[in-house]
């Protein structure tokens, strides 16, 4: 059903109360967003517990007692769960799992209200979906159940208002309080019943194109560009079985890649990686190897490759696609990664004068590659460039890498790092994609008088057109505060309150995350 006016022209609407689940969201099931919460906070067993559970929970929606089976499905995902691991997985997982299933429609009615906007979730608890609300959706108000907690912090598994229509509908007349209506009400399920007839205007699904229509355009839906996890695809009932049947092969199946890639030597990878069931994909023309020896001046006799950060195997592909030593200079990597890497790496330290003379020497020796993002981003967007691989070489080689993976994503802000080369090489067909730009030339370059911010910004225009990406002033530091509540500092002072607990609870934790994931 579509309740508009049919012969006033648009009017400016300025409030508008949502559902979310199948209202602002094209899908009304939320199993996959427990799936989610099971997966990322607690580990594997859970995640296959509620998996086993998902037959009664159909069951339940079919004889109509979704409220009951919203209630079973938020005992198995989260009871015991730290409330500290459900908030950072509402904060940094779910977000791009729920922007991917908005409704264009909806998002057109809903953003182009110039007022209040409430977000109404009535199948997910308030925690899970009020990051996404506020932040992309643009909501100021989110009504939904609460998760409770115990003294300890930690998830009890129950909820608290939720499943009673007249409670939402309560809840959404108490926003409202001052006798002034909102102008628009958007849902379709029985809860959303409730409360839509307060709205002087209802939209229900399907969305027919003048439905959403008013004098102001719906503003451009905020992307997410940062975001953490796992998993790749949405755990539907069916994605989770398969996921579940395939990590024991995907873990035997990484062993062997990992394995034969330390065995061989670095340039035949390309050639025998299909047999493994993946690919390396190579565009343009590499550059030739540089004499050894350096100018009479000192200058570097190494090429700078300046690569896109997608994952930590950027520089490990580049060196197998030009089949000679490349160094890579890292920052954050863990000493397992070092060990397993096939190429050199330099730490560097974040200390600008420090670095440069790392990578000056390291350039005396031969080829460098540098990811200037410093963070890696999965999302079609470049973040901004450090300008710092500007003033070391005027040998300078654009790198367009990119990644494709059906299952697992290689990267984590939040989990132990180590893991991604493993994840990353548990996909049943990994391929990389690596596209050789021209060496800058002399006149792009800082021998010309140009400053290192401006070449630094010319290599990423160029980057990101080849890859079709847009490029972001955005840094490793926005990232960090986004995903994981931090600067993305390593290393950084402890708190001084205990922190020999703070260090013990980091080990434990750190070894059960990779027990359980």
């Not at 009504?143 to 208002?161: F, H």
């Not at 309080?177 to 399907?206: H, N, T, V, W, Y």
Request: net charge positive.
């Amino acid at each position: 059903m579509v309740t508009v006016p049919s012969s006033a022209p648009p009017r400016a609407r300025r409030s508008v109360v949502a559902e979310l689940e199948g209202g602002l969201l094209r899908g009304a099931d939320t199993f996959p967003y427990f799936m989610i919460v099971a997966f990322e906070a607690s580990g594997l067993p859970r995640f296959a517990a509620l998996l086993a559970l998902w037959p009664l929970l159909r069951l339940l929606e079919l004889a109509g007692r979704g409220g009951l089976a919203l209630r079973a499905a938020a005992l198995v995902a989260t009871a015991g769960v730290p409330r500290a691991e459900v908030e950072a997985v509402s904060r940094a997982v779910l977000p791009k799992f729920m922007a991917d299933d908005v409704d264009p429609r909806a998002w057109a009615a809903f953003g182009s209200c110039e007022g209040r906007r409430v977000v109404v979730a009535t199948r997910l608890p308030r925690v899970m979906v009020e990051r996404f609300a506020r932040e992309h959706l643009g909501a100021h108000e989110v009504v939904g159940c609460e998760l409770e907690y115990s003294r300890l912090r930690r998830c009890t598994g129950l909820l608290r208002g939720g499943g009673e229509g007249e409670a939402v509908a309560d809840r959404v007349r108490a926003l409202f309080a001052g006798g002034d209506r909102p102008d628009l009400g958007i849902g379709r399920s029985e809860m959303a019943r409730s409360f839509l007839p307060f709205c002087k205007e209802q939209l229900e699904p399907p969305f027919t194109a003048g439905a959403a229509t008013t004098s102001a355009a719906a503003p451009p839906f905020r992307p997410v560009i940062f975001h953490d996890g796992r998993l790749v695809c949405r755990p539907t009932a069916f994605m989770s079985l398969v996921i579940l049947l395939w990590l024991p092969l995907g873990a035997l199946v990484a062993f062997v890649r990992i394995a034969v890639g330390l065995m061989v030597p670095i340039w035949t990878i390309p050639h025998i990686a299909p047999i493994f069931g993946g690919a390396v994909i190579m565009h343009g023309r590499a550059p030739p190897p540089v004499r050894r020896a350096a100018a009479e001046d000192g200058s570097p006799s190494g090429v700078l490759f300046v690569c896109t950060h997608r994952t930590l195997m950027d520089p490990v592909v580049l060196a197998t696609v030009l089949g000679r030593r490349v160094a890579a200079v890292t920052y954050s990597i863990s000493r397992l990664s070092e060990v397993l890497s096939p190429i050199p790496t330099v730490r560097l330290t974040r200390d600008r004068e420090v670095d440069a003379a790392r990578m000056r020497a390291e350039l005396a020796r031969g080829d460098v590659a540098v990811c200037p993002e410093g963070t890696t981003c999965r999302e079609p967007f470049l973040l901004r460039f450090s300008a710092l691989f500007a003033e070391l070489s005027d040998r300078i080689v654009p790198v367009a890498m990119n990644y494709r993976v059906g299952l697992f994503h290689p990267t984590t802000a939040r989990g132990w790092k180590a893991m991604d080369p493993i994840f990353f090489f548990m996909n049943p067909r990994p391929v990389y994609e690596v596209t050789f730009l021209n060496q800058l030339p002399a006149e792009a370059t800082c021998a010309a008088g140009r400053s290192p911010v401006d070449v630094a910004n010319y290599v990423q225009r160029m980057l990101a057109a080849t890859l079709g990406f847009e490029c972001t002033s955005l840094t490793r530091k926005d990232k960090y505060r986004v995903l994981a509540d931090n600067d993305g500092i390593v290393n950084a002072a402890a708190k001084p309150a205990a922190p020999g607990k703070a260090a013990w609870q980091s080990r434990v934790k750190e070894v059960l995350g990779f027990l359980l994931h």
